[in-house]
């Protein structure tokens, strides 16, 4: 008789095998990164698997960091007129930020660079608000500066064939922060998959792609308070892959005269967006939620949500009233957000 | 009468061991501990439901100083300019993170405490 539960002792062998999670955290490009492996293990050991990563990682880092004189990226800049042939992947990746700096009226723009050093809020430097003629003067050139917000400011640069551009406008450090960590995130999504892991979480700073399931139940993402950091404003649940993305104003900021100063910017104005806490994005890559959650930011959820039906992406904007935090959500989002101390904002 | 022959007083024991090594493994899932990351090296472990304590990590720009315990990790200095790894406050949920850019610190959640309820059973947190 007891020879019939001698199925357990290697299912209960398998389940203790295939459900612990395995993570692997580092930095690269300036930001934290992390995987987490589900499930049975692929045809390579974990370490092989997170040792390619880390290799792959690397060689997006020296393609897209802003950060170094020697990266790929970097290479991306000339005076006006100037005809270059650009890498592959950053040619892709630019048209797709370019698109939503159009689509969304120039509040996704990459030409911000400078302009988060002047503010201070680069990370290596201390918060101050910066002289108005030190602003006027960088932001002189951007075509968006002093446009009204029905308007598409003219692009940077133009595409030819070829993975060929124009410069059309001249040494312009290109900041591509706002897209490539979720690029990145998209890239290790793919080797893992090809690895033989596919479920899996893939996080870089705020930008989180969910592959596959984990077995044991949806999905869950919490999304970080914006002024309680121990706490969470809400949670998101799903039992399919999705990806999701974070833009707060808590990551990089100074307080002056009671004022927060952070580091998104409306381009319009050279000023840090006021009245928007965070935004919180549901798309079906990386890169889409990264570039759309700061465009979405800028604009707030009256000016957003056309961009929002057009990308069919799913958004909570978190907003600071006079009466505290609330929040506004599309359709699709309120089916898989629950919020935790946070009411809805009154309809408009 | 036996209740059990030899072997099956063996195969009773192994499935008991084998399941005794699954609650085990359900278990390291259940108490939140913190991982402490320097310059992408894993240096340190500390369990989040011990009382709170203070330690100390030599970094590649000074010396960072953070607390852990009573179910929370957090910064308490840092020689990075802007001091928003301190400013960012605790974290208690599991997979969420403390961050010094400068520094090269990385301080993750693992596990999850079920006292937390529901909330603190995320798989991920967005920030």
Known sequence: ?????????????????????????????????????????????????????????????????????????????????????????????????????????????????????????????????????????????????????????????????????????????????????????????????????????????????????????????????????????????????????????????????????????????????????SVTVIAKTSEAADAIDDALFVLGPKNGLYLAKKYGVEVVWFLETSAGLCAVTTPGMSRQLTLSGVRNCPPE | MKLFRGPDLLLVLAVAAAAVWFIRGIGTDAGARAVVYVSNKKVAWYDLGSPPRTVEFPTRIGTVRAEFGGGVARILNSPCPNKLCVRHGAIRYRQEQLVCLPAHVLIVLEGGDEQQGSRGRVDAVTQ
Request: proline share 4%.
């Open chain 1, 1 to 277: 008789m007891i020879l019939r539960f001698l199925w357990l002792l290697p299912a209960l062998m398998v389940i203790q095998c295939t459900d612990a999670p395995r993570s692997h955290n580092w930095f690269a490009m300036d930001t934290n990164m992390s995987i987490t492996l589900y499930g049975a293990k692929g045809h390579l050991s974990d370490d092989a698997v997170f040792a390619k990563v880390d290799a792959e990682t690397a060689r997006l880092g020296a393609l897209f960091t802003d950060y170094s004189t020697q990266s790929g990226l970097a290479h991306v800049r000339g005076t006006m007129g100037d005809t270059l042939s650009v890498d592959p992947e950053i040619y892709g990746v630019l048209r797709t930020a370019l698109e939503m700096g159009r689509e969304s009226r120039g509040a996704f723009d990459i030409t911000l660079h400078d302009l988060k050093t002047l503010w201070g809020l680069d990370g290596n430097h201390q918060g101050h608000i910066p002289r108005r003629a030190d602003l006027d003067s960088l932001m002189h050139d951007n075509t968006a500066y002093g446009l009204p917000s029905d308007s598409v400011p003219r692009p940077p640069l133009d595409f030819l064939s070829d993975r060929r551009i124009v410069i059309r406008r001249g040494d312009v450090t290109l900041d591509l922060g706002g897209i490539a960590k979720g690029y990145i995130v998209d890239r290790i999504h793919v080797l893992l998959d090809s690895l033989g892991v596919p479920n899996h979480i893939v996080q870089a700073g705020g930008d989180i792609r969910l592959g596959g399931n984990k077995k044991s139940g949806a999905w869950s993402v919490g999304i970080r308070h914006p002024r309680y950091s121990d706490s969470l404003a809400g949670t998101i649940t799903a039992d399919h892959a999705f990806s999701v993305s974070t833009a707060g104003d808590y990551e990089r900021f100074f307080f002056q005269d009671g004022v927060r100063y952070h580091h998104i910017f409306n381009p319009r104005t050279g000023y840090p967006v006021q009245g928007v806490s």
